[in-house]
Nanobody, 125 residues
Framework: QLQASGGGLVQPGGSLRLSCAAS????????IGWFRQAPGKEREGVTC????????YYADSVKGRFTISRDNVNNTVYLHMSSLKPEDTAIYYC????????????????????WGQGTLVTVSS
């Protein structure tokens, strides 16, 4: 199981770090990703990481501002967010993809099986 935390209220231009703690080993998964859903909008993949080699994907809207990282010792995946904008306001979820034999990294939410509860990020002055 995955548990996301770290959300909160931040001013535009500010930074925030989200954490996704796994109850097991993150190496058991094919990929782990961060997703978000804003009110009235579809869930979107923000960033995803293939566990085997650390290959990553970033949505265009967050490139250069968000970074995904992994702590192998603590089985935790982080989302470092900087230069936050009001449009980044959403509930953020972490999720894991078991892969089912796939080798190509995807950040489509429909590939991800194990979802943690969301954490709300609000960017507002």
């Amino acid at each position: 199981q995955l548990q996301a935390s770290g959300g909160g209220l931040v001013q535009p231009g500010g930074s925030l770090r989200l954490s996704c703690a796994a109850s097991g080993f993150t190496s058991d998964y094919f990929a782990i990703g961060w997703f978000r859903q804003a009110p009235g909008k579809e869930r979107e993949g923000v960033t995803c990481m293939r566990i085997s080699d650390g290959d990553t994907y970033y949505a265009d809207s967050v490139k250069g501002r968000f970074t995904i990282s992994r702590d192998n010792v603590n089985n935790t995946v982080y989302l470092h967010m900087s230069s936050l904008k009001p449009e980044d306001t959403a509930i953020y979820y972490c999720a894991a993809d078991i892969g089912r034999g796939r080798t190509v990294l995807s950040c489509g939410w429909w590939f991800y099986d194990d979802w943690g509860q969301g954490t709300l990020v609000t960017v507002s002055s």
